[in-house]
């Protein structure tokens, strides 16, 4: 039994003001009245026995203590909308087919949980999953080999195409462990090291070079790689640093005691991970495997991605949609 005074009403509402640092915004996003979430907030405090933000800073920050119950009650309300999404899932019993394209960065542990909660749903449907780099999945939206795709956002819309915004995912400097600091920081370790580029047929290397370009930067030409693991591997082995992004650097789970994240000391960019559907799709299911795919994202990639960095707060992020 929980202790008197903490609610999953109080636990919504501070996680609400950790993410705005406002009553405001946190009150319109949990559809509270602004006198009603500091009371949630006053509830939960005196339940616990601590102060969980710095009532006296704008925007609100949270304490130490904030900060620690923040992580455990990430962990409760994800499992809790984790349980709601798998009981009101999308019907897609009237589907005779379904071709799903997801992006290769998802292929560790989301990829088969959605498969899985999407499986148990389609009774008497022929499934058909592809992963695959964001530029072939969109070039097979577009040649209509596929109904719905998880993949990086081109950032133009595409004929025929429907997009929903799932997450917004910066990109971040990969290095190898230690060497940052051997080299006096990140940008000395950008001209100490060479640069290992992704493959520029892909969507995520023409986002890089476009952005390296527009910023006048300019590094040797030494290395491009195709994958991403094995560029990830390459940081690791002291061979150079890369630009990748959280959800790139979260797949590389295995070399994670030799590589390490930064904050890129360039000017900051980011892409967007979208759901996309075919047109005449346009109706409940893309919607409501949109709904499912932010909950597993929050879940299995966002929160113990703030956990490892928590740098990223603000930076990687849920994208609302319909």
């Not at 462990?177 to 892909?202: F, H, N, V």
């Not at 790139?248 to 991970?273: C, N, Q, W």
């Not at 495997?289 to 960095?309: E, F, K, Y």
């Amino acid at each position: 039994m929980l202790m008197k005074g903490i609610s999953l009403r109080g636990l919504e509402v501070f996680e609400a003001l950790s993410a705005t640092g406002s009553v405001a915004q946190a009150a319109e996003r949990t559809g509270l009245s602004q006198p009603a979430v500091s009371q949630q907030l006053r509830n939960l405090e005196s339940a616990l026995g601590v102060d969980l933000v710095d009532h006296g800073r704008r925007p609100m920050q949270l304490t130490p203590a904030g900060r620690s119950f923040l992580m455990r009650t990430q962990a409760v309300l994800g499992q809790l909308r984790l349980a709601q999404n798998e009981l009101t899932v999308m019907d897609l019993t009237h589907l005779s087919q379904l071709n799903l394209g997801v992006i290769d960065d998802f292929d560790n542990d989301l990829t088969p949980q959605l498969v899985t909660i999407l499986a148990e749903n389609m009774t008497r449907c022929r499934f058909k999953l592809v992963t695959a780099p964001s530029h072939e999945i969109m070039q097979s939206m577009v040649e209509r080999h596929l109904h719905i795709a998880i993949a990086a956002s081109p950032g133009t819309s595409t004929p025929g195409v429907i997009e929903y915004p799932l997450v917004r995912d910066p990109f971040v400097l990969v290095a190898p462990r230690g060497k940052a600091r051997e080299a006096g920081g990140t940008e000395a370790l950008m001209s100490a090291l060479p640069m290992l580029r992704y493959d520029r047929d892909q969507m995520i290397g023409r986002q890089i070079e476009a952005h390296l370009s527009r910023l006048k930067l300019d590094f040797a030409e030494r290395f491009e790689i195709g994958a991403h693991l094995s560029l990830m591997t390459l940081v690791a082995r002291g061979v150079g640093w890369g630009i990748t992004t959280p959800l790139g650097y979260m797949r590389a789970e295995r070399v994670h005691d030799r590589i390490e994240a930064h904050p890129l000391p360039i000017k900051p960019f980011s892409r967007t991970i979208s759901l996309f559907a075919a047109a005449d799709w346009a109706d409940r299911v893309p919607r409501d495997v949109a709904r499912t795919m932010r909950q597993l994202v929050s879940d299995l990639v966002i929160t113990p991605a703030q956990r490892q960095l928590p740098w990223l707060e603000g930076k990687l992020h849920l994208l609302e949609g319909d």
